[in-house]
């Protein structure tokens, strides 16, 4: 790639947005009011606001390798407090996707130095749900099913922030659990049953 192309393809970009809106750049500039926090992975085939349909402003996006929301990681805690306490969105989605190396690599035993840690919190989602992955026979079915697990217990690291507690108290903030198939195109809603998964441990999380 010529990295000078960057800056030529720029320009027609923005020649492009006058050209559909001579007062873009003013909106753009005037703020943000997003109503979704979008958390998905690095993954450079999957990008958030083009897989949503959605325009510049109007969804804050986080993206990590493998969509992870461990509660020690101060750029994910910080972001979802940006977006929630100040931005006040109304829906957070957690969004992996089909095929993703993070998990991948999680699910094999090698020594991969500085991503090992970060990984553990991959593995972790395996060891919840051990009995239900170990019955399937499958590689590419368990691998399938550790995405969509994986989607599963980021949103409910998600739920479980003060931020998430708190703002419940004050307004009906959804979350959800989203997969991106790479060879359909497809946005998949896990429609996760959050209230049943948390019916017994929600009060211990929660902070009014």
């Known amino acids: 790639m010529d990295i000078k192309q960057i800056f030529e393809n720029n320009k027609k970009w923005i020649a492009k947005q006058l050209q559909t809106d001579e007062?873009?750049?003013?909106?753009?500039?005037?703020?943000?009011?997003?109503?979704?926090?979008?958390?998905?992975?690095s993954d450079s085939r999957v990008t958030a606001e083009e897989v949503m349909g959605l325009q510049p402003g109007e969804v804050f996006v986080h993206r990590n390798i493998a969509n992870m929301v461990p509660n020690t990681d101060l750029n994910s805690m910080s972001v979802i407090n940006y977006a929630v306490s100040h931005l006040k969105v109304n829906h957070i989605v957690v969004c992996g996707h089909y095929g993703c190396g993070g998990v991948l690599a999680a699910m094999q035993q090698s020594d991969l130095g500085i991503l090992n840690p970060w990984l553990r919190n991959i593995r972790d989602v395996y060891r919840i749900h051990q009995q239900e992955l170990d019955s399937i026979t499958d590689e590419a079915e368990k691998y399938k099913r550790l995405v969509e697990l994986?989607?599963?217990?980021q949103c409910i690291n998600v739920i479980k922030?003060?931020?998430?507690?708190?703002?419940?108290t004050e307004r009906n903030l959804?979350?959800?659990?989203?997969?991106?198939?790479?060879?359909?195109g497809e946005l998949i809603d896990l429609k996760i049953d959050f209230d049943e998964i948390l019916k017994d441990i929600t009060k211990i999380y929660k902070i009014s």
Not at 24 to 35: H, M, T, V, W
Not at 150 to 153: I, K, S, T, Y
Not at 174 to 184: A, E
């Open 23 to 41: 007062t873009y750049f003013d909106k753009l500039g005037a703020g943000q009011a997003p109503e979704i926090l979008y958390i998905g992975c």
């Open 150 to 153: 994986n989607v599963q217990e």
């Open 161 to 168: 922030t003060a931020e998430v507690q708190k703002a419940n």
């Open 174 to 184: 959804k979350v959800y659990g989203w997969i991106f198939d790479l060879h359909s």
